[in-house]
Nanobody, 124 residues
Framework: VQLQASGGGLVQAGDSLRLSCAASGTTLSSYAMGWFRQAPGKERTFVAAISSSGGGSYYASSVKGRFTISRDNAKNTVYLQMNSLKPEDTAVYYC??????????????????WGQGTQVTVSS
């Protein structure tokens, strides 16, 4: 399973970005998917997760109402729409796949496969 995250960049506070995570070597519809982020010198933290069907999602409180996770299983791709970006959203963003069923995990160790990360920088 290979995950390729893309869509990061340098934006100003208040702007929007959409991250994509494309999979190869597997069918993403078998996995719950998550987005995590890691700022310099800090631990990797949960951002959002979506069920394998797309029918359920869960967000970290810091991004709820601003970020939206979605997926297109036909395209084998998961997205993270980020609106109203803040400087504190600056981090490397990672997508991850979880084989678990019936639960949306928020801890990195629960996920089985990881993408390489894409940098998001929000200037004030």
């Amino acid at each position: 399973v290979q995950l390729q995250a893309s869509g990061g960049g340098l934006v100003q506070a208040g702007d929007s970005l959409r991250l994509s995570c494309a999979a190869s070597g597997t069918t993403l519809s078998s996995y719950a998917m998550g987005w995590f982020r890691q700022a310099p010198g800090k631990e990797r933290t949960f951002v959002a997760a979506i069920s394998s069907s797309g029918g359920g999602s869960y967000y970290a409180s810091s991004v709820k109402g601003r970020f939206t996770i979605s997926r297109d299983n036909a395209k084998n791709t998961v997205y993270l729409q980020m609106n109203s970006l803040k400087p504190e959203d600056t981090a490397v963003y990672y997508c991850a796949a979880d084989r678990s069923r019936g639960i949306l995990n928020t801890t990195p160790r629960s996920y089985d496969y990881w993408g390489q990360g894409t940098q998001v920088t929000v200037s004030s």
